[in-house]
């Protein structure tokens, strides 16, 4: 049986936000898995579409194996997808938290696509796993790494890009982006930005340059992949990364997912036209709180909750 879920409910009007990769942690899951019947049909449909018990690494380890993007990409989406079903299933139409838009960080797009019905949970799950499979090739092929750049603006660092050959991946909020390229451009790069004013800048442990040109090669294999799916309309806006604006026709969600391999993920720029549309709660499902301290640095007055294990989703029903 395909799981469905149906983004249609009277509760309070929220917006769904999806981690991305970097959430993943060993455990993550299980209490769903074992306390929801909702949340583990969904991690039973996902290892049956991945035809390997994706599970089994996620609730045990060992976390090398779950760090690696193959499993990290699927395992965080697995996750995400059962906090919604479990959710269902929990608090019913009455309660159930509305998605008036959603978003997802990076990875986390592909989330929303499952939730607004544009693909099916397994066909999302076995395209997370092969873009997950292409960028860990991209990455073998053209080795780099990431940092992320605290205090800097985007301006001060495109100038910097310029001037070392990185690239801007990721506008967090106005105070942190994310640079990526090759090792010693990035380093280099680190070095320009602290000289220029930057309060930090912090080396992350990623297996390459996501979100960057040398990104290509993944895209091109995504192309294939993406041409073996039926895509539907989204029944619920979800605001691209690319250009922080909302699509919900299938071929423009196809444009966005290929573009968005190589292209800056605009988060900034996602919350900003959310809280300009109106939007003033917040709910991030998945594992991690990454995007809530995002949200709040964007937006001070920002309402926010997490979804990640069935308590949390019961403190939805009673707030």
């Given at each position: 049986m395909t799981l469905t879920f149906k983004t249609e409910s009277h509760g309070p009007e929220v917006a769904y936000l999806f981690?991305?990769?970097?959430?993943?942690?060993?455990?993550?899951?299980?209490?769903?898995?074992?306390?929801?019947?909702?949340?583990?049909?969904?991690?039973?449909?996902?290892?049956?579409?991945?035809?390997?018990?994706?599970?089994?690494?996620?609730?045990?380890?060992?976390e090398d194996d779950l760090r690696q993007t193959v499993n990290a990409q699927p395992g965080i989406l697995a996750v995400s997808l059962a906090c919604v079903k479990a959710m269902e299933q929990e608090l019913g139409a009455q309660d159930m938290?509305?998605?008036?838009?959603?978003?997802?960080?990076?990875?986390?797009?592909?989330?929303?696509?499952?939730?607004?019905?544009?693909?099916?949970?397994?066909?999302?799950?076995?395209?997370v796993q092969e873009r997950g499979r292409l960028m860990q090739e991209a990455c073998d092929e053209n080795p780099g790494t990431m940092a992320a750049i605290i205090g800097l603006d985007q301006v001060a660092l495109q100038e910097v890009a310029?001037?070392?050959?990185?690239?801007?991946?990721?506008?967090?909020?106005?105070?942190?982006?994310?640079?990526?390229?090759?090792?010693?451009?990035?380093?280099?790069?680190?070095?320009?930005?602290?000289?220029?004013?930057?309060?930090?800048?912090?080396?992350?442990?990623?297996?390459?340059?996501?979100?960057?040109?040398?990104?290509?090669?993944?895209?091109?294999?995504?192309?294939?992949?993406?041409?073996?799916?039926?895509?539907?309309?989204?029944?619920?806006?979800?605001i691209a990364n690319c250009t922080g604006a909302p699509v919900t026709a299938a071929e423009d969600i196809k444009s966005e997912l290929l573009a968005q391999v190589c292209?800056?993920?605009?988060?900034?720029?996602?919350?900003?036209?959310?809280?300009g549309s109106g939007v003033d709660s917040f709910l991030e499902i998945g594992p991690g709180r990454a995007l809530a301290g995002m949200v709040k640095r964007i937006n001070r007055r920002a309402n926010i909750s997490n979804v990640a294990d069935l308590d949390s989703i019961i403190s939805l029903r009673r707030n």
């Open positions: 981690p991305g990769q970097g959430a993943q942690a060993v455990g993550m899951g299980k209490e769903l898995y074992d306390s929801s019947p909702a949340a583990r049909e969904v991690f039973e449909e996902i290892d049956d579409a991945l035809g390997r018990s994706l599970t089994k690494m996620m609730f045990e380890g060992p938290p509305n998605p008036v838009v959603m978003a997802g960080h990076s990875l986390g797009e592909y989330t929303a696509l499952a939730v607004g019905g544009v693909l099916a949970i397994d066909d999302t799950a076995l395209l310029r001037e070392t050959g990185i690239w801007i991946s990721n506008v967090n909020t106005g105070e942190q982006i994310v640079i990526s390229g090759e090792r010693m451009a990035v380093a280099r790069a680190m070095d320009l930005c602290e000289a220029r004013g930057a309060k930090k800048a912090i080396g992350l442990r990623v297996g390459g340059a996501f979100h960057s040109g040398l990104m290509e090669p993944a895209r091109a294999g995504l192309i294939e992949a993406i041409d073996r799916m039926r895509f539907s309309d989204s029944r619920v806006p979800i292209a800056t993920v605009q988060w900034k720029d996602t919350i900003d036209y959310m809280v």
